[in-house]
């Protein structure tokens, strides 16, 4: 594996900051279940457009992906504290809600990557790679 290049690793630390200070804002904004479980979808929904454009615009800045990606949404969102949040909820005795929560925001984090992906493709006209074709074997 390579080094990262440090206008990388700028812009990945940079965009962290950002996304995590979003994040915290959520926290303050919205009650903890509700703040983790809307920080993460939006953020998949996020992830999945910015992968359509980085995979739909042929010319699309070098350090994109790095600094929305890697940085801000990886800053942003927050698997971790999900996985908090379903350990209290057990300790708390309700099990019901923390396997709900989890298969929901499981869910939901997918169909939004999916839909991000998809809504932005169609919204700026973009043509998806084409998928990889699997060898015929004789």
Known sequence: M???EP??????????V??????HAATIALPQLWS???VNVTGCLLIGALMAVVAGVPRAPRLLRPFLGVGVLGGFTTFSA???DIQQTLGEGRPFVAFAYLAITL?????????????????????????AEAEETP
């Open 18 to 23: 950002i996304g995590a200070l979003a994040r």
């Open 107 to 131: 869910v939901s984090a997918l169909a939004a990557v999916y839909a991000g992906g998809a809504v932005t493709t169609a919204v700026l006209g973009l043509v998806p790679p084409p998928a």
């Open 36 to 38: 983790t479980f809307v």
């Open 82 to 84: 999900y996985i908090v």
């Open 7 to 16: 206008a990388t690793l700028v812009v990945i630390a940079v965009g962290g």
């Open 2 to 4: 390579r080094p990262l």
